[in-house]
């Protein structure tokens, strides 16, 4: 019998290659676009549509999120009891979405009571009506819930940031005043329904053991012209204006933390920079053995925590950093902060420290393909752009390639001091 040596640490393997089970398209009657992930042993399915329906596309404040988070509550077939009732009787689970750009509705489901709840679903996405008593309790509820997080300096930079970065009348900067619950209504929650919640604006992700009477279904409930509209008019493209003066600052007298925001408006994942760009964030604060963590967690002991990342947004992105740490340390924080930048732009990054960041984003990439739901959410993140599959692969390439030189020319190209925004909420 052969035993393990618990001395001797396993041998370490790189990720030469990773496989993908890639999405296929399928049209529905209707021209929707259906892509399907079938993978996975478990009788199991999970059906999302998916429509550009998120902030970027609302006439106001609160209108996407509040239509999507009440498609749930009633419909003129349904109420919100019968639905949940209907949805739960067959151990099934809808969930609701929204995002700066998209929005999204969800069936969880095992295969064989697919027939059954998609009818809930196809109710839910037709036939929403916004009930009155209904809307009145959500509205309630969450200006409650803005209240409570409007006393948080962390809720107070991460609003003002994108105002900051954005402008106050880009739609990723507009932000959620307390007048703007007073003004929203059933007929603004109608029309942006009406005009958005269509066959038109909809896309279906399928992932799991997909069998072969799924498509016929989908075809049965969400094939038909029942519920086209108008042709979507896009947005009219908005400049994006950031502010001019550097240091800002939101000034909460009875604070004990600050919070800390510094960052700029960068691109979006279609950028040639963005995935080398991703393994230098890494490297600085981008997971817990990052540099920033390193030093102002484990070194200094300002924070609990801290990070900075890089989002992608449809029509735009950008970059930032984010903490909390004690008023006392504030401004000794945010040196240490500018020290660790200028560091990645005046030095090269040890080979050890590099190799150690391409292994773990090689392993949490891995990770973020296993199963039939996560390579659809993977599958989503290169849809969303028009993007191949060939992402994937020049991503695998990048982290395996780039040089420590060209990270520290990156540095010196996007870690600008004097082109990022710094605000702090609190006390500095």
């Given at each position: 019998?052969?035993?393990i040596?618990?001395?001797?640490?396993?041998?370490?393997?790189?990720?030469?290659?990773?496989?993908?089970i890639?999405?296929?398209?399928?049209?529905?009657?209707?021209?929707?676009?259906?892509?399907?992930?079938?993978?996975?042993?478990?009788?199991?399915?999970?059906?999302?549509?998916?429509?550009?329906?998120?902030?970027f596309?609302?006439?106001?404040?609160?209108?996407?999120?509040?239509?999507?988070?009440?498609?749930?509550?009633?419909?003129?077939?349904?109420?919100?009891?019968?639905?949940?009732?209907?949805v739960?009787?067959?151990?099934?689970?809808?969930?609701?979405?929204?995002s700066?750009?998209?929005?999204?509705?969800?069936?969880?489901?095992?295969?064989?009571?697919?027939?059954?709840t998609?009818?809930?679903?196809?109710d839910?996405?037709?036939?929403?009506?916004?009930?009155?008593?209904e809307?009145?309790?959500?509205?309630?509820?969450?200006?409650?819930?803005?209240?409570?997080?409007?006393?948080?300096?962390?809720?107070?930079?991460?609003?003002?940031?994108?105002?900051?970065?954005?402008?106050?009348?880009?739609?990723?900067?507009?932000?959620?005043?307390?007048?703007?619950?007073?003004k929203?209504?059933?007929?603004?929650?109608?029309?942006?329904?009406?005009?958005?919640?269509?066959?038109?604006?909809?896309?279906?992700?399928?992932?799991g053991?997909?069998?072969?009477?799924?498509?016929?279904?989908?075809?049965?409930?969400?094939?038909?012209?029942?519920?086209?509209?108008?042709?979507?008019?896009?947005?009219?493209?908005?400049?994006?204006?950031?502010?001019?003066?550097?240091?800002?600052?939101?000034?909460?007298?009875?604070?004990?933390?600050?919070?800390?925001?510094?960052?700029?408006?960068?691109?979006?994942?279609?950028?040639?920079?963005?995935?080398?760009?991703?393994?230098?964030?890494?490297?600085?604060?981008?997971?817990?053995?990052?540099?920033?963590?390193?030093?102002?967690?484990?070194?200094?002991?300002?924070?609990?925590?801290?990070?900075?990342?890089?989002?992608?947004?449809q029509?735009?992105?950008?970059?930032?950093?984010?903490?909390?740490?004690?008023?006392?340390?504030?401004?000794?924080?945010i040196?240490e902060?500018?020290?660790?930048?200028?560091?990645?732009?005046?030095?090269?990054?040890?080979?050890?420290?590099?190799?150690?960041?391409?292994?773990?984003?090689?392993?949490?990439?891995?990770?973020?393909?296993?199963?039939?739901?996560?390579?659809?959410?993977?599958?989503?993140?290169?849809?969303?752009?028009?993007l191949?599959?060939?992402?994937?692969?020049?991503?695998?390439?990048?982290?395996?390639?780039?040089?420590?030189?060209?990270?520290?020319?990156?540095?010196n190209?996007?870690?600008?001091?004097?082109?990022?925004?710094?605000?702090?909420?609190?006390?500095?």
């Amino acid at each position: 019998m052969h035993t393990i040596d618990r001395k001797i640490s396993p041998s370490f393997k790189t990720v030469e290659k990773i496989e993908m089970i890639r999405a296929t398209e399928k049209r529905l009657n209707n021209k929707i676009p259906v892509y399907s992930i079938n993978a996975g042993t478990q009788e199991l399915i999970k059906v999302e549509f998916l429509f550009e329906a998120g902030m970027f596309q609302q006439k106001m404040p609160l209108q996407a999120t509040t239509v999507n988070s009440m498609l749930e509550e009633g419909t003129s077939k349904m109420t919100a009891a019968q639905i949940a009732d209907a949805v739960d009787f067959y151990g099934a689970f809808l969930e609701v979405g929204v995002s700066q750009d998209n929005a999204s509705v969800v069936l969880y489901t095992l295969n064989k009571h697919l027939k059954a709840t998609l009818p809930v679903v196809e109710d839910v996405i037709k036939n929403a009506i916004f009930p009155e008593e209904e809307l009145s309790v959500h509205l309630t509820n969450k200006k409650q819930k803005f209240h409570v997080n409007n006393q948080k300096v962390a809720t107070l930079a991460r609003k003002r940031f994108t105002e900051l970065i954005f402008g106050e009348k880009h739609p990723y900067g507009i932000n959620v005043h307390e007048s703007d619950f007073e003004k929203i209504n059933r007929e603004c929650l109608n029309s942006f329904y009406k005009s958005f919640y269509r066959s038109n604006n909809c896309k279906i992700v399928l992932a799991g053991k997909i069998n072969e009477d799924v498509f016929p279904l989908l075809n049965d409930y969400f094939g038909g012209n029942d519920w086209s509209a108008e042709a979507i008019q896009k947005p009219k493209p908005v400049k994006i204006v950031s502010n001019t003066e550097r240091e800002q600052m939101i000034y909460k007298e009875d604070a004990l933390q600050s919070a800390i925001r510094i960052g700029k408006v960068l691109f979006n994942k279609t950028h040639p920079d963005f995935q080398s760009l991703q393994i230098l964030n890494t490297v600085f604060g981008g997971y817990f053995g990052s540099r920033l963590m390193s030093n102002i967690r484990e070194d200094k002991g300002y924070t609990y925590g801290i990070g900075s990342g890089i989002a992608s947004l449809q029509n735009s992105g950008y970059f930032f950093i984010s903490t909390e740490v004690g008023v006392d340390v504030c401004k000794n924080a945010i040196n240490e902060i500018y020290i660790e930048m200028d560091r990645l732009r005046n030095e090269t990054i040890p080979e050890d420290e590099l190799q150690l960041v391409k292994n773990y984003l090689l392993g949490t990439f891995l990770r973020s393909v296993d199963g039939p739901f996560a390579m659809a959410e993977r599958f989503k993140g290169i849809l969303e752009y028009n993007l191949s599959y060939n992402y994937f692969d020049d991503y695998i390439a990048t982290i395996k390639g780039v040089s420590a030189s060209q990270l520290r020319d990156l540095a010196n190209t996007y870690f600008d001091k004097e082109s990022m925004i710094e605000l702090v909420a609190g006390k500095k």
